[in-house]
């Protein structure tokens, strides 16, 4: 279960960390360097006697700096190298106990609906062999009712050598249920009926035409789900989002101080008050059982350029005893965000376009003058960080894009200057476009 899955993961050392977010996120060593302590240090507690587990509890981290500047990127990344649970909510959707609307405890049900889809996806992956093996079988049956043993046999070579993709069959297979929408702020609630209907009502099936295709990638999954044990899902889900789980909070500027601007609760002190005991550690009831959040790493995140931290309440503020500052991003940076990432902005760009005969090829005077629009309307009109990155371009290669087949396009200091000089020069207009 979670051992095996803290066993896989030892090898990742902080410094191993870090070197992996530098692939996808540029700058910003400080904050990636707490972020991979954090990490190791769910892996370091899991190898503690029992007793000392309990004691050990994660020292939650709150990213200050505006938007932008890698965030959120740098939870998700830490997350996914985790292979761990993590959920991404924004303060302000939540609100006070006793208005209508979402409470903080779904937060903790979210996880763990997160959790139950990593572990069945996995489970999953575990027994799909046999489960190509039983949908198979199904779709010769299917294909073939009642045929002898050489003709099934002459059928599943030619089955599997593709000769009946597109043909149309009528399989049978599970009906599932309608899922009804529940009212807001009950969604538990309908969640939780839906599964006790379902638990208690036979299962039906339906006739449905589709391509052997289509047919063979449904029966492999219905398969593959009775061959999975729902049970030890829901267990290791539990486990998984107690002890691994990582929530990441964001815009928490948003609710400090007793007014918000606007927004679904009428007070961000509350929702900071029903927030402290799910950080400090409680036991929230999920339609998978009952879950402890005493060591779920929570990471909070805003750009507290209006709030401070320290208008959180004080409770709240001792349960993020990691601070970190991140840095407003350059021109330098810029340059870097647009070539040096693994999927780059300038190699989305240029493998989009290729697909219509459009070759882009980014001349270092391009990049450079781009990186340099970019700081600049930050600087003058808001930051935004590298989302600045995503208007300029687009706004560059507006034309180009529109046209297919134009060869190859070089984009250079002269053309980005041609699309975006007038543009930066009124302010007004900058605002609007860029």
């Known amino acids: 279960m979670i051992g095996d899955l803290i066993a896989r993961n030892a090898e990742l050392t902080p410094i191993e960390i870090?070197?992996?977010?530098?692939?996808?996120?540029?700058?910003?060593?400080?904050?990636k360097r707490m972020m991979a302590v954090a990490l190791r240090n769910h892996y370091r507690r899991r190898r503690l006697p029992l007793e000392a587990q309990a004691e050990v509890t994660p020292k939650n981290i709150m990213l200050i700096g505006p938007t932008g500047v890698g965030k959120t990127e740098i939870a998700r990344r830490l997350a996914k190298l985790a292979r761990a649970p993590f959920?991404?909510?924004?303060?302000?959707?939540?609100?006070?106990?006793?208005?209508?609307?979402r409470d903080v405890d779904s937060i903790v049900r979210d996880l763990v609906h997160a959790a139950a889809a990593m572990v069945e996806r996995e489970k999953k992956e575990a027994v799909m062999d046999r489960a190509r093996q039983a949908a198979e079988e199904r779709l010769l049956d299917v294909l073939l009712p009642g045929g002898a043993t050489d003709s099934r046999e002459r059928m599943r070579a030619l089955l599997k050598g593709g000769e009946f993709e597109d043909r149309t069959v009528e399989i049978e297979v599970k009906d599932e249920p309608q899922a009804m929408l529940p009212m807001p702020g009950m969604e538990e609630a309908g969640l939780n009926l839906q599964e006790m209907f379902r638990r208690f009502m036979p299962e039906r099936t339906t006739r449905r035409k589709t391509t052997v295709r289509d047919a063979r990638r449904i029966l492999e999954n219905e398969e593959a789900d009775r061959l999975i044990d729902h049970d030890g899902v829901t267990s290791e889900a539990v486990d998984r989002a107690e002890n691994l789980g990582i929530v990441f909070i964001d815009e928490i500027d948003k609710i400090a101080g007793n007014e918000r601007a606007g927004g679904a609760d009428v007070s961000g002190e509350g929702v900071q008050r029903d927030l402290l005991p799910i950080v400090?550690?409680?036991?929230?009831?999920?339609?998978?059982?009952?879950?402890?959040?005493?060591?779920?790493?929570?990471?909070?995140?805003?750009?507290?350029?209006?709030?401070?931290?320290?208008?959180?309440?004080?409770?709240?503020?001792?349960?993020?005893?990691?601070r970190v500052e991140l840095e407003e991003l350059s021109a330098t940076d810029f340059q870097r965000i647009l070539t040096q990432p693994r999927f780059a902005l300038t190699k989305q760009y240029t493998e989009l376009l290729a697909?219509?005969?459009?070759h882009l090829r980014f001349e270092e005077s391009g990049i450079l003058a781009l990186a340099e629009y970019a700081e600049r309307v930050n600087?003058?009109?808001?930051?935004?960080?590298?989302?600045?990155?995503?208007?300029?371009?687009?706004t560059v290669l507006e034309d180009i894009?529109?046209?297919?087949?134009?060869?190859?396009?070089?984009?250079?200091?002269?053309?980005?200057?041609?699309?975006l000089a007038d543009i930066v020069e009124d302010e007004d207009l900058s605002r609007y476009v860029l």
């Open 18 to 31: 870090v070197e992996e977010l530098d692939r996808h996120i540029v700058g910003q060593s400080k904050a």
């Open 355 to 358: 697909v219509d005969g459009t």
């Open 280 to 322: 400090e550690g409680t036991q929230v009831t999920t339609r998978y059982g009952p879950v402890r959040t005493d060591h779920i790493l929570f990471i909070a995140a805003g750009a507290f350029s209006v709030a401070k931290p320290s208008d959180l309440i004080p409770e709240l503020q001792g349960r993020f005893p990691i």
């Open 379 to 394: 600087r003058e009109v808001e930051d935004i960080g590298a989302r600045r990155l995503h208007t300029v371009i687009e």
């Open 87 to 101: 959920l991404k909510v924004e303060a302000t959707k939540f609100t006070e106990v006793g208005y209508v609307g």
């Open 401 to 419: 894009a529109f046209g297919t087949d134009l060869g190859i396009v070089k984009i250079d200091r002269a053309l980005v200057e041609k699309k």
